[in-house]
């Protein structure tokens, strides 16, 4: 098959669910941009959520921020709702792939995934959240399996710069690569950056319920994963240390990025019997005055998040406890404008010819992605390419549906050259 394609019963490629969401209208915004390059014209498209009149306006907006009035009569609004079975049913028998924009998706997420895998519709979705993706994994892969259906999770900012840079990086080294190191760095302008306060949320609920991310895992029963080489070093016991590599102050990345390339990694060793590649993420934050801010927001964000009073007073708050990094508002244009990404990737391994099992790595690689602001610019154009891989590529992905990290599903296809060529690029560069 070349192409996933659409039927009289299941009229629309993409159905971008939560379109009228603060990550959503952006999404709406990039598929319309996307739609419009020329080959992907008969892309047929619809957005979907609650409100039929929230939905409209988000069109109007995305139909005036692009000078495309057609917007206006071309794309349908389909009315579904978490909260209602049957509306999520039938939204998804209409949709080769549904873009889930709607979170948190430890409450929202999993009856849009039980309906995509009942229905016979594809789900993707850009959580950051390890408990969901993994949980998702746990519940619904095999039944997934059975239906044909791809569950593609992480699919914005978290995590598909870190699961395919490090694929890359992979790729780039002539030799065995068993690890990497990958360090996070932001770029804004003179207004500054924030972050819309649903990522503070998921933040803030997911520290709550780290218990249950364990417990979740042992249901997995996994081995531990095969160390080729030498093991990787934590950097250091305390969490914040000055790092040679960027230059500045650094912290261990706590987002999703870890848990999934692990998962990516397990997987290709599992099925594909690949090396796996040890995985460490850190991220800068530059000078001390930051991280006296930093220091600071963590010590009440961690006393505050063990009760339930300290996480409404942070959820009530968002811009007072993150010294403005989050808010209700969100970033503006100008912000967004401004704002961009660098992954430094600093991997090791064993060149052509060296055996993994004796001696130190003697080969070092550096590669970089890099691209624009990572939550609303960055996540539409990762989750839009991985969309369309998705959608042009079926006989690139792993044999069986399932559910899949992005690295997992992609590995085969062309999604990093697709990603380069719409403005978050792979390159290879020397090791610092």
């Not at 949320?201 to 520290?207: D, K, M, P, V």
């Not at 099925?271 to 991280?291: C, D, K, L, S």
């Not at 220091?295 to 961690?302: D, K, L, S």
């Amino acid at each position: 098959m070349a192409r996933f394609e659409t039927t009289s019963s299941r009229p629309y490629h993409l159905v971008i669910f939560g379109a009228s969401g603060f990550t959503g209208q952006f999404v709406v915004e990039e598929v319309a941009r996307t739609v419009s390059e020329g080959p992907q014209g008969t892309l047929k498209w619809a957005v979907a959520g609650r409100s039929k009149q929230k939905l409209e306006k988000v069109v109007e907006q995305a139909a005036g921020v692009l000078g495309k009035p057609e917007l206006r009569s071309e794309v349908d609004i389909i009315v579904a709702d978490v909260a209602e079975p049957d509306s999520l049913a039938s939204m998804c028998k209409q949709a080769v792939i549904v873009l889930n924009c709607v979170g948190p998706y430890r409450f929202f997420g999993e009856p849009v995934v039980k309906a995509c895998v009942e229905n016979g519709a594809h789900h993707m979705d850009i959580s950051g959240e390890p408990q969901f993706l993994e949980g998702m994994q746990l519940n619904y892969n095999s039944q997934a399996a059975e239906k044909g259906v791809y569950v593609i999770g992480s699919c914005g900012f978290d995590s598909i710069p870190a699961d395919m840079g490090v694929l890359y990086t992979r790729d780039q080294f002539k030799g065995v690569l068993t690890a990497v190191e990958s360090f996070l760095t932001i770029q804004t302008g003179s207004e500054g950056a924030c972050v819309h306060d649903g990522t503070w949320q998921s933040a803030i609920y997911g520290f709550a319920n780290s218990q249950h991310l364990q417990s979740l895992r042992r249901k997995f029963n996994h081995k531990p994963l095969p160390t080729a080489g030498a093991k990787l070093k934590r950097r250091y016991w305390v969490p914040l240390f000055f790092s040679n590599e960027i230059q500045q102050y650094a912290v261990p990345f706590i987002g999703s990025d870890p848990s999934v390339v692990k998962r990516t990694q397990r997987y290709l060793a599992e099925e594909h019997q690949a090396t796996p590649v040890q995985y460490g993420a850190y991220a800068g934050f530059g000078g001390i005055g930051n991280i006296i801010k930093l220091m600071f927001a963590g010590m009440m964000f961690w006393f505050l998040v063990k009760f339930s009073f300290g996480r409404n007073l942070l959820i009530k708050y968002p811009e007072f406890f993150s010294f403005g990094l989050f808010t209700k508002a969100g970033p503006t244009r100008k912000q967004l404008e401004d704002s961009s990404f660098q992954f430094a990737f600093y991997g090791e391994g064993y060149t052509d010819g060296q055996d993994p099992s004796q001696g130190k790595p003697d080969g070092k690689i550096r590669t970089l992605v890099q691209g624009p602001e990572v939550g609303y610019v960055a996540t539409p154009i990762a989750m839009v390419q991985a969309a369309l891989t998705l959608l042009n590529e079926p006989s690139a992905l792993p044999k069986t549906g399932g559910v899949y990290t992005p690295g997992a599903a992609f590995a085969k296809t062309t999604l990093i050259d697709r990603l380069n060529k719409h403005g978050i690029q792979f390159s290879l560069s020397r090791p610092k």
